[in-house]
DNA sequence: ACCTGAACACCGTTCAAGT
DNA sequence: ACCTGAACACCGTTCAAGT
């Protein structure tokens, strides 16, 4: 069970930290001072990773910030927006990590590890907020998530152009890449115990296995113990290797994969 | 905003089919005749498939089923209950595909290959249910979506340990293939456009893209004609043919995978 | 300029009461 | 046995009113 993470508890014992990196210095929660778009998203966040999505509500936020919840209307159009503004928030802690710069990484490769292990360096620290990242549509079809902003987008295409890919490898490349990223990391944030339903799975969660017949299941039943080690942090690294590896293919001959490669 | 009202095509033109072939030859959506577990169940998988996920309460499913809200929980303890439900339904759609039996399929990489489109046909079928059966949590924690029930983990073991891999093998497969599957029918799914958020985009979608300084991602702007082609189903093919001749090594090899397999 | 009180339309859910 | 009416505690959101 022991976290495979590395980066996560950054570097202080902060508690969760996790949105304190993007945070301005002042108080956080339901410090004081005067409200501002930015503490609103920040807390809000604070308040997903403590407890939990389904939790946040207008009015419960409103009482996190000392603050009826008509008055985050003046900072937030509605809630809807503020969820965006929250899965925003997050992606945006991206930036602020100096793992993950273009100009620091040697080689194509190399940069989209970084941003790998950033993206899910992330998804770690919100698990609570990652299915969000995950599932709201983005601006236009064709930013996907986890990366979701233009900006992680472009960086993508210009490293991959940047080494010899064709346009078409290269935009091919980033929607393998996000498949791959949302996938796994997706599962793995789940796996870590989200609750996405409320608070009906009090019990732990067996509840449902519990009442099924496992009789029918002898294989399931036998390799339980292997199922439920969590592998995940090797898992996540073989298969960005070997998608890092295709790719590294697809490279070298110039063009779009294409079905049966690695036969030839 | 056309209501869907009661009755929404009982049974005339089967319309978008989906859920039909599961449900009773009863008449479906607000049709007459008692209701019953199943019945909800089935009207729920139709609203959401017309109307949306966001649009599902309650009050409306009753008016749908032309009854009170308050007469579903005699079938239904809770609205999660009833989303679980749903889940479930629509993951059931997978039993009555007669492409995707053990039995019927050559080998285990035919195999997977029709389970993994019947996956991806019940993803395309349901757009607007798929993210929760991507996002659900599941039974027990090691049961990962999108496969979801034991049945089909038990059965995708065995067809493995039947084939010749080992037991840690076949459940480390079973993990990428989940992820795998995962990743890219959610993808897909919300590329054709499902709203999740209310009805707040409702002039289109480029919104945020239009409003954003377009002027910073030049390499973006230029490739939008080849980010905006749907590619979806060669890309699925793609990948799963990559992710089985990756197994077959693993098979081969008799173990686990572990990273730079493909080197040696 | 910024927040609140009161109000509206809607939720999920319970339960006594109807048929 | 099955459904409804009324009620409760809670939502998101609007807006006139307070300071």
Redesign the pocket.
């Known amino acids: 069970m022991s976290r495979p993470d590395q980066g996560a508890d950054p570097d202080s014992p902060e508690g969760r930290g996790g949105a304190a990196s993007v945070l301005p210095a002042a108080p956080a929660g339901g410090g004081r001072g005067?409200?501002d778009r930015r503490r609103v998203l920040g807390a809000a966040v604070e308040f997903i990773d403590h407890e939990g999505l389904h939790a946040?509500?207008?009015?419960?936020l409103?009482a996190y910030l000392g603050?009826?919840?008509?008055?985050l209307?003046?900072?937030v159009?509605?809630?809807?927006n503020?969820l965006d503004g929250v899965v925003e928030a997050v992606v945006d802690e991206l930036y602020g990590d100096p793992d993950v710069h273009l100009a620091a990484s040697h080689g194509w490769q190399d940069y989209l590890q970084r941003l790998a292990h950033g993206v899910r360096r992330i998804a770690l620290a919100h698990p609570e907020v990652f299915p969000l990242v995950a599932t709201r549509p983005p601006a236009a079809p064709w930013v996907r998530p986890p990366l979701r902003s233009l900006r992680w987008v472009e960086s993508f295409l210009d490293a991959l152009l940047d080494s010899g890919f064709t346009e078409a490898s290269a935009v091919a490349a980033y929607r393998a890449y996000s498949s791959f990223l949302l996938g796994h990391l997706l599962l793995e944030v789940s796996q870590k115990g989200v609750r996405i339903s409320p608070e009906d799975q009090a019990d732990g969660v067996p509840q449902a296995v519990a009442t099924t017949d496992l009789g029918e299941y002898p294989t399931v039943v036998r390799l339980e113990p292997l199922l439920s080690l969590d592998e995940s942090a090797a898992e996540f690294e073989e298969a960005l290797e070997n998608l890092l590896e295709r790719l590294e293919v697809v490279r070298r001959e110039g063009r779009t994969p294409r079905r049966g490669d690695s036969r030839s």
């Open positions: 005067s409200l946040l509500t207008m009015r419960r409103g603050v009826e919840a008509m008055a209307y003046r900072y159009p509605s809630r809807e503020l």
